[in-house]
C-alpha cells in the first residue's frame, strides 16, 4: 500500500474495503459481459491454466472471502480453435467452498450459437454421468450433480460439437450453479476459425498445347502438350508459374470478378495462343479471360497454344528507280539466299545494293541478282534495296532458297511484282517436320545451383530447330 494508507501504529490487515479505493476501474470493453471489476477465470483461485501463444494471459485474483455455503467454479475449453464440423472438450471445476455438504447441486450451462452438447459425453470424475437437461433450442444444458462434499472438489467432462453455420470468432461458454448452492459464473472460450473454402475459392487451370481445339486436355489420349514455367497472373500481382503438367492452381481467392492473364514474355517460342470457346471471357484477348468466383467453389481457367505458322514473309516494294524487298521469317537458318530477276534492259546502279541500310557485297549477273545473306538466328528480318538506272518498267521476281537448322535447302514459290504494282508480298510457307515445343523457365525461377536452360526450340525426331516469336507486355496491362 502506498504510504497515506496507514501509519506505523495501525494494523496491518488489508481488507477488500480498504483495496477497493486504490483498485484502478478498468475498462468495461477489457470485460465485455463481466459484472463488477473482475473476472473469475482459470487460475483465480490457485487452480492450473493452460499458457498459449499469443498475447499475455491476465488473470483476477480475488481477495474477497469465500462465499457461505457456496461453491466456486472455473470453466475451460480443451482446444484453443476449432472450426466447423470439430469437437470442443469442456472441464468444470466445482469446488465447494464450505464446510457442510450440498444437497442437489445442479450446474447450469451456456452453450455459444452453433454449439451442441454431444449425447453420452458427460463425465463426473471419471465416472459416467446421465446426460443433461437440455433446453428447445439446445444451448442450455443443467446437469445433476448431486451432493458435494464440505470443502470437496468435483470435476465435471462433456464434449460439444461445432454446427454449421457458426459465427466466425470468440465463442464465449458460461456455467454456474442453478439449485442447491450459489457460485459465480465461470467462463471458458475458443476462437471459431473459418474452414476449408467457406468464404473463399480456388482456381485451377492448365496451359497447353494442341494441334486443335478438339483435344481435351484431360483426355490420357490425347495429344495435349502440357507447358512448364509458365507464368499464370492475376490483377492484384499475385503470379504462379505451372509445373511439368502445365497445371497450376491459386487458393484463398475472395469471391468477385478476377482476371487471369498469361505473362507472355514466359511463354515457350514458336507458338501462338489459341481461343477455344468463343464467349464473353476473354473480352476479345486471347492471352486473358475474366473468372467469376463464389465462396467454397473451384474455378477452372484453361490456356490453349498451337504451333505458330511458319513461314517467309516477303515483300516488294518499288518508288521510282528505288526497288526494296523485305523478308521475315520465324525459324533460324543455316543459310539463305535471295535471287532477284529483273525485267529485260534493267540495270542495277553499281555500289547501290544494301543490306539493312549497309553496303552489301550482291553478285550481279545479266537480268539478274544474288544475295547470299548466310545463317539466320532465331526470329529474323533482312531488307535488301538496290537503285536501277531507270524506273522499273516491267516484272520483277524474287525467289528465296533457305535451309532451315537440321533440314535440307528448301526452294520457296517465287514472290512477282506485275507492272504496273508497285508493291506485293506473300507468305511462302516453310516444311517442318512434327515438332514437340519445350517451354522456357520463367523469368527469376533459376537458381544458383541450377543450370541455366536454353531458350524453348522445337524439337524434330532427328534434329533441332529453333522457332522463336517476339511477345511483348501488353501496354493496356502495364498501365492497368
Known sequence: LPAPARTAEQAQLITPSVLRPLLKRRSFSMHKG???RVGIVAGSRGENFPVLPGPPVEIDIPLDPALAGGV???KTAGKAV?????FVPYTITIRNAGTTATAALRIGDRLPVGFRYERGSARLDKALLKDPTVSADGRSLEFDIGALAGNGTALLRYVAGVLAGTK???AENTAQAVAGATSNVARASVL????????RAILVGRVTQVESCEIADDDVNSKALGLKNVRVLMQDGTYIVTDQEGRWHADNIRPGT???QLDETSLPKGVVLEICEQNTRSSGRNFSQFVNLRGGTLWRADFRLKPAPSCLSEQIRV????VRISLAAPVATEATNATVMLPNGAKIVAGSVKLDGQPFAATPGDGFLVAKLGAQAGAWTQHLSFDLESPLAGDLAVAVQLQPKGQSLQRLPALRLTAPALETSQCAPIALPASIVKAAPAAGSASADTAP??????????HTLQLVEVLPYDDKWVAA
Open 258 to 260: 478476377h482476371v487471369v
Open 82 to 86: 476449432v472450426a466447423i464440423g470439430e
Open 453 to 462: 536452360v536454353a531458350a524453348a526450340v522445337v524439337v524434330p525426331p532427328t
Open 168 to 170: 466466425v470468432g470468440q
Open 192 to 199: 471459431v476459425r473459418e474452414d476449408l473454402n467457406r468464404s
Open 34 to 36: 463481466q459484472a463488477g
Open 72 to 74: 466456486q467454479i472455473t
Open 319 to 322: 518508288q521510282g528507280a528505288n
